[in-house]
């Protein structure tokens, strides 16, 4: 097993598997339909949706234009009052965006604007899993290098400011070679595109920046 130190220097490689491939976007079926409100059970789904939520399945992976920046902080190098108590006192972090790009959002506004509902529903529920299975994704690939972390955090949850969002983008544009065109509403911490996620894990082991 490695120690601190080696998965330290782990970090300094360019191939940390930061870069996206189509894979990572892609929603266990079953996971998709549960979250549009059908069952788990494909068997169970009526053929006549089963068919539309494939359709939307093959429409979204090719609208969507994903993202995955990650930047990499010692544990002094964040204020206290961007953290929540869970992570507060680590070694280093890794604060993350992900994101689908603002193809999916037009598309789903375009279906509900067009009398097509249920398209739309079915197009806001791919996107929703398929931006947290890209998240899963690269967390997994960031703990076979560092190791033990804390649960990944997102502003928002158990009390934590939402509106932190703001900071912790400017965290990883500080960081990172590209945030793309996504932006976070000051006075509300609303992310856009609809389809992103910012957030952050702790380490015990300290941190040596990542190349994205």
Same mark, same amino acid.
């Given at each position: 097993?490695?120690?601190? %130190?080696?998965?330290?220097?782990?970090?300094? *490689?360019?191939?940390?598997?930061?870069?996206?491939?189509?894979?990572?976007?892609?929603?266990?079926?079953?996971?998709?339909?549960?979250?549009?409100?059908?069952?788990?059970?494909?068997?169970?789904?009526?053929?006549?949706?089963?068919?539309?939520?494939?359709?939307?399945?093959?429409?979204?992976?090719?609208?969507?234009?994903?993202?995955?920046?990650?930047?990499?902080?010692?544990?002094?190098?964040?204020?206290?009052?961007?953290?929540?108590?869970?992570?507060?006192?680590?070694?280093?972090?890794?604060?993350?965006?992900?994101?689908?790009?603002?193809?999916?959002?037009?598309?789903?506004?375009?279906?509900?604007?067009?009398?097509?509902?249920?398209?739309?529903?079915?197009?806001?529920?791919?996107?929703?899993?398929?931006?947290?299975?890209?998240?899963?994704?690269?967390?997994?690939?960031? *703990?076979?290098?560092?190791?033990?972390?804390?649960?990944?955090?997102?502003?928002?949850?158990?009390?934590? %400011?939402?509106?932190?969002?703001?900071?912790?983008?400017?965290?990883?544009?500080?960081?990172?070679?590209?945030?793309? %065109?996504?932006?976070?509403?000051?006075?509300?911490?609303?992310?856009?595109?609809?389809?992103?996620?910012?957030?952050?894990?702790?380490?015990?082991?300290?941190?040596? *920046?990542?190349?994205?």
């Amino acid at each position: 097993m490695k120690g601190d %130190d080696e998965r330290v220097s782990d970090l300094d *490689r360019s191939d940390l598997g930061m870069s996206v491939t189509r894979d990572d976007i892609m929603p266990r079926m079953r996971a998709y339909l549960t979250r549009a409100g059908y069952s788990s059970l494909l068997s169970a789904v009526p053929a006549d949706i089963l068919d539309i939520a494939r359709e939307i399945y093959v429409e979204a992976l090719d609208a969507a234009v994903p993202l995955a920046s990650v930047a990499e902080y010692g544990g002094d190098e964040i204020a206290r009052e961007l953290l929540p108590d869970s992570l507060a006192g680590c070694s280093s972090y890794s604060v993350m965006l992900f994101s689908l790009g603002r193809g999916i959002d037009v598309k789903i506004d375009r279906y509900f604007a067009d009398g097509e509902p249920l398209r739309a529903l079915l197009m806001d529920s791919w996107a929703s899993e398929s931006v947290e299975a890209l998240a899963c994704r690269v967390d997994e690939r960031l *703990r076979n290098v560092r190791g033990d972390g804390t649960m990944r955090f997102a502003p928002g949850y158990s009390g934590f %400011d939402i509106r932190k969002n703001s900071e912790w983008l400017s965290l990883i544009a500080a960081r990172t070679s590209s945030t793309a %065109d996504v932006e976070v509403l000051r006075d509300t911490g609303i992310i856009t595109p609809r389809k992103s996620i910012i957030c952050m894990i702790g380490w015990k082991n300290k941190a040596r *920046r990542v190349a994205t």
